[in-house]
């Protein structure tokens, strides 16, 4: 029965936390907003651990950063854009799998290849003179699904379920 009440509990929390930040977002200038569903799995598949929402954090920034680099870089260089690409996003990755590991408790490798891969596949539809207003708010929603739709909604979550067992 305790399983069955927080599997409802959860799915009236994702009813109405996600969906308030979808009709927000665009409110506060976010036209992003999805990007938060896809950074809030990053959370739960860390296990709902409020210890990993900032490495979790910095990694999804820093990708976001290195989405803007590749971009730039990819834009401005003379070679074959196929060369180009591929040594841009296989020197990119593999410098920051190389920082991520010097910093494991501070930054999550997961999370700045996913944010990598989030800024890359939105800012490749956007012109490369909004790539910097594009990349805040790609960030802002990137920390929204950390810090609203998963550590928030997982606080609530758990509070409602003690609550209930009283």
């Known amino acids: 029965m305790i399983k069955k009440k927080e ?71 003379p070679w074959d854009s196929n060369i180009t690409t591929f040594l841009t996003l ?3 990755g593999g410098i920051a799998v190389i920082i991520s590991s010097f910093f494991p408790q501070k930054v999550s490798c997961a999370s700045w290849l996913c944010g990598w ?7 490749s539809f956007i012109s490369s003179s909004n790539y910097i207003q594009y990349a805040f708010q790609i960030a802002l929603a990137m920390l929204s699904g950390i810090w609203y739709v998963g550590v928030i909604l997982d ?3 758990k509070r409602i379920n003690t609550f209930s067992k009283k």
């Open 7 to 77: 599997t409802i509990t959860l799915a009236m929390l994702i009813a109405l936390l996600p969906p308030l930040w979808a009709v927000l977002a665009p409110y506060l200038g976010i036209k992003v907003g999805a990007v938060s569903l896809i950074c809030a799995s990053l959370y739960v598949l860390s296990g709902n651990q409020l210890k990993e929402a900032v490495p979790l954090s910095i990694g999804l920034i820093f990708g976001d950063i290195w989405s803007v680099i590749a971009l730039n870089i990819i834009a401005i260089s």
């Open 90 to 92: 296989a020197i990119l």
């Open 117 to 123: 891969a989030i800024g890359l596949t939105v800012l």
């Open 155 to 157: 606080i609530i979550h």
